[in-house]
């Protein structure tokens, strides 16, 4: 369907609908609910009251649709002033609330990471797991139990079933490795 067509079909529909033929109102509204809301929201600044706007316009369209005149131009051009007139009005019966710039408003302190220092510390956080997964099993499993579950090197001997003096050592070996590992990329 082209513009054209789109265009006498909406010409029609608003025709009919001065006759009270309600299927072609519906269809008038199908064909410019999304446009017309949009004028009214982008005048109302506010959803429920171009909600509202929008029904008046509809309203409207329905009672004052034989005042359409096809010589002085579109008919969407006609709905368009009309959905304009009534989110004017709605704007003048609703002054904006007087606002300041952005500038003056109250700093507020935002504990919340910044983006940027997120990303350095995912960035830190993959290096980490990389390097880990380079080192023995042993030694990765120590490390990881130790420090992320947070396990005592007793607790975890205990767990294992080895020598107190062997976790200390995979431990601190697999901790050298890491730090090597952690340098070298930096």
């Known amino acids: 369907m082209g513009i054209d067509d789109a265009r006498a079909r909406l010409s029609d529909a608003l025709a009919r609908t001065a006759a009270k033929d309600a299927r072609a ?19 109302c600044g506010e959803r429920k009251a171009a909600e509202d706007v929008l029904q008046e316009v509809y309203l409207s369209v329905w009672v004052r649709a034989d005042r359409f005149d096809p010589a002085r131009g ?7 002033a009309v959905a ?14 007087a606002t300041r710039p952005v500038e003056e408003a109250e700093a507020l302190p935002d504990d ?5 220092d997120l990303m350095l510390r995912g960035e830190a956080d993959r290096k980490l797991h990389l390097c880990l997964d380079d080192l023995e099993p042993r030694q990765r499993g120590a490390i990881r ?8 090197y007793a607790e975890l001997a205990t767990r294992d079933a080895t020598p107190l003096g062997t976790i200390k050592s995979w431990v601190r070996r697999g901790l050298m490795r890491l730090k090597e590992c952690l340098d070298a990329d930096s």
Do not use: Q
């Not at 919340?112 to 940027?116: E, N, T, V």
């Not at 139990?145 to 005592?152: I, K, L, Q, S």
């Open 112 to 116: 919340a990471p910044l983006a940027s």
């Open 84 to 97: 304009r007139n009534r989110a004017i009005d709605w704007r003048r019966r609703h002054p904006a609330r």
């Open 25 to 43: 109102f519906n269809r008038v509204y199908r064909m410019t609910s999304a446009k017309l809301f949009g004028i009214c929201l982008r005048i």
């Open 74 to 80: 579109s008919a969407i051009a006609w709905l368009s």
């Open 145 to 152: 139990t130790a420090f992320f579950e947070g396990v005592t």
